[in-house]
């Protein structure tokens, strides 16, 4: 199984072969999240660094971007360049400056096929190709065979107790 230090290790070595002349102004980070059916990577804030944090000297901007991949990617069944393209996609969301300290390029993170022109700019056109085919070829049977209905709402947990009673 693939832990969260190898999603570190793949994403900094886009960093360094892909995306070298983009700035890491901030702290980085990246983890496996829920077992997401939908939303297979994401990239926001999640606080700041503390003055006890032995990172804090490093950075001028204080704010913690964090990279989440949905837990499925865990699963070697899942191509390795499926789970890069996934990385590098939230990568460029953090170039054209979404939940990032560089500057916002767009208004929208996915205007005007953006993404993919970055992608292929950087040398990731078949990386892009590679794991949006995958994806649309065998992402809904790879849920199905993990007992996971990929058509299933998600059901809402209800803050009452017992009966609808509290």
């Known amino acids: 199984m693939r832990d969260n230090k190898w999603l570190e290790k793949v994403m900094y070595d886009l960093w360094e072969e892909q995306f070298n002349d983009v700035p890491r102004q901030n702290k980085v980070t990246i983890k496996f999240g829920k077992r997401a059916k939908r939303t297979l990577g994401s990239i926001k804030y999640i606080g700041e660094l503390k003055p006890s944090d032995p990172d804090y000297d490093i950075y001028d901007d204080k704010r913690i971007t964090q990279v989440t ?98």
């Open 69 to 166: 991949i949905t837990r499925h990617y865990a699963d070697e069944k899942i191509p390795a360049e499926v789970v890069r393209g996934t990385i590098a996609h939230e990568m460029v969301h953090y170039t054209h400056g979404f939940n990032s300290p560089l500057e916002q390029r767009y208004q929208h993170p996915h205007q005007g096929g953006i993404m993919k022109k970055e992608m292929h700019t950087r040398g990731l056109g078949s990386t892009y190709k590679i794991a949006e085919k995958w994806v649309k070829e065998n992402w809904i049977n790879y849920l199905k065979s993990v007992g996971v209905d990929p058509r299933a709402k998600r059901r809402r947990r209800s803050r009452r107790g017992f009966l609808g009673i509290i």
